[in-house]
């Protein structure tokens, strides 16, 4: 319900944002309650291992204060009314921005990223279940195998998780897919002998 009720507000406030944007007091108020929201969404996230959004808001929220702070400080003259516009312009880009983080952060449907790391993370855990069988069977042969994967299939994880260039990120999901499958592969292999 929490949820529902955030998305409803943060559409209400993007809205919100476009016919008072004239208005300095309001859109700083605006700011100020985004920072809040995508505050809790941060902590949110975090909670929920979502690293890759988490670290969209971490970029996001210090900038949003720079940029409210340097709004806040423009005086209204004829020689900063360009600067005040651009710094105005600047600021509701970023609320508007953050506004579709945050929405997306309480969405139901985690992005394409976060569905891909999570299934390899879900066939890690079949591997460290089947290791543990071939350990109580004395099979440790088979183990190392089986072991060698998980560990190559983590690495590609953390590298994955921490990337955020999508071209390299692209490349990156192609190996996490490539090792998830030799795993799982050699899995089937070693627990079914022809």
């Known amino acids: 319900m929490k949820f529902i009720l955030a998305i409803i507000s943060l559409t209400l406030l993007i809205n919100g944002i476009i016919a008072d ?23 949110m996230l975090k909670s929920q291992n979502r690293n890759r959004e988490a670290r969209r808001l971490e ?12 709004y806040r400080n423009t005086k209204t003259t004829d020689d900063d009314d360009d600067k005040t516009k651009i710094l105005e312009k600047e600021l509701t880009l970023l609320i508007k921005k953050m506004s579709l983080e945050i929405q997306m952060a309480y969405s139901d449907e985690p992005d394409m990223h976060t569905l891909l790391v999570n299934r390899a993370k879900d066939m890690v855990k079949r591997g460290e279940k089947t290791l543990e069988f071939l350990k109580s069977k004395n099979r440790l042969e088979d183990g190392k195998t089986i072991e060698n994967d998980v560990n190559g299939l983590k ?21 996490m897919i490539k090792a998830e499958n030799k795993l799982s592969n050699d899995i089937f292999d070693i627990v079914n002998p022809h």
């Open 21 to 43: 944007d004239n208005n300095k007091e309001q859109l700083l108020k605006k700011g100020e309650e985004i920072g809040k929201k995508a505050e809790d969404a941060l902590k």
């Open 59 to 70: 970029k996001d929220i210090p900038l949003l204060e720079k940029s409210m702070q340097d």
């Open 155 to 175: 690495q590609i994880i953390d590298k994955v998780e921490q990337e955020d260039d999508l071209i390299k990120l692209n490349d990156l999901e192609l190996q």
